[in-house]
């Protein structure tokens, strides 16, 4: 990876911005085509969580590496190198933490620390920009909800075609579904309604995930749960969340 260290980074100050309590995200780091261990499926480990305002926008990303030479780092060149630059994306797979577990204690590391130790290893803030939700669609939503709310999470990496058609069949696409979306869904949850189309953005550089919100009532708290949910369906696909955007 384009990011790997050569000395532990130093510890700079804690952001004091918003995290969640279980939102950290786990990557496998896998080998350079010129590593001297053939046999060695995974080098290292990457750790991130995003930082997000009260109505659930990415502001910004903490992210720490780990490999057995180099123990823990952080940096924000790390974080961005994952989104940006191909040869590092390619070898960064999204996964669990169960399986990251594994890998940690196969590389030599013992027991992956739990979610609050993890957290003093993420110190370094890659701010990303926010801005007042554009006005996409009606101001005002449909008789009977008492808000309307479009979110936009993006996601770099590549789907395969069969990753696309298993998206359909979860999500029960119709199958005469028509328009620019690949997949979509629906559901009700909580009193509150969420539906979603995932498309290609940026030239076909990037996926998209666009949810539409119908609020029953003024408290917004199954949005987060629900925006984290579908992410972490994408991740298992193989995607990696770059930020969560609001249009209205």
């Given at each position: 990876?384009?990011?790997?260290?050569?000395?532990?980074?130093?510890?700079?100050?804690?952001?004091?911005?918003?995290?969640?309590?279980?939102?950290?995200?786990?990557?496998?780091?896998?080998?350079?085509?010129?590593?001297?261990?053939?046999?060695?499926?995974?080098?290292?480990?990457?750790?991130?969580?995003?930082?997000?305002?009260?109505?659930?926008?990415?502001?910004?990303?903490?992210?720490?590496?780990?490999?057995?030479?180099?123990?823990?780092?952080?940096?924000?060149?790390?974080?961005?190198?994952?989104r940006t630059d191909p040869d590092t994306s390619?070898?960064?797979?999204?996964?669990?933490?169960?399986?990251?577990?594994?890998?940690?204690?196969?590389?030599?590391?013992?027991?992956?620390?739990?979610?609050?130790?993890?957290?003093?290893?993420?110190?370094?803030?890659?701010?990303?920009?926010?801005?007042?939700?554009?006005?996409?669609?009606?101001?005002?939503?449909?008789?009977?909800?008492?808000?309307?709310?479009?979110?936009?999470?993006?996601?770099?990496?590549?789907?395969?075609?069969?990753?696309?058609?298993?998206?359909?069949?979860?999500?029960?696409?119709?199958?005469?579904?028509?328009?620019?979306?690949?997949?979509?869904?629906?559901?009700?949850?909580?009193?509150?309604?969420?539906?979603?189309?995932?498309?290609?953005?940026?030239?076909?550089?990037?996926?998209?995930?666009?949810?539409?919100?119908?609020?029953?009532?003024?408290?917004?708290?199954?949005?987060?749960?629900?925006?984290?949910?579908?992410?972490?369906?994408?991740?298992?696909?193989?995607?990696?969340?770059?930020?969560?955007?609001?249009?209205?």
């Open positions: 990876m384009a990011a790997d260290p050569v000395h532990t980074a130093p510890r700079p100050a804690v952001t004091t911005a918003h995290r969640s309590p279980s939102s950290l995200d786990y990557y496998l780091v896998l080998p350079r085509p010129d590593d001297p261990d053939p046999t060695r499926a995974v080098a290292g480990l990457v750790v991130e969580e995003f930082t997000r305002e009260h109505d659930h926008i990415s502001t910004g990303l903490h992210s720490a590496g780990w490999t057995p030479a180099a123990g823990w780092w952080s940096t924000a060149a790390l974080s961005r190198s994952i390619a070898r960064v797979v999204p996964t669990s933490r169960a399986e990251a577990e594994g890998h940690y204690r196969t590389l030599g590391g013992g027991q992956l620390p739990d979610d609050t130790e993890l957290r003093s290893y993420l110190l370094v803030h890659q701010p990303i920009a926010t801005a007042a939700p554009l006005r996409l669609g009606p101001a005002q939503p449909p008789a009977g909800w008492h808000e309307r709310r479009v979110y936009r999470v993006l996601f770099a990496k590549d789907l395969h075609p069969d990753q696309v058609t298993s998206l359909r069949a979860s999500w029960r696409t119709p199958v005469d579904a028509t328009g620019a979306s690949a997949a979509s869904g629906h559901l009700e949850k909580g009193g509150d309604r969420f539906g979603w189309e995932l498309r290609r953005v940026a030239h076909t550089r990037a996926w998209a995930l666009d949810v539409t919100v119908l609020l029953g009532a003024a408290a917004d708290d199954t949005v987060g749960s629900t925006l984290s949910d579908l992410t972490t369906v994408l991740r298992q696909q193989g995607l990696i969340p770059v930020t969560t955007e609001r249009f209205s």
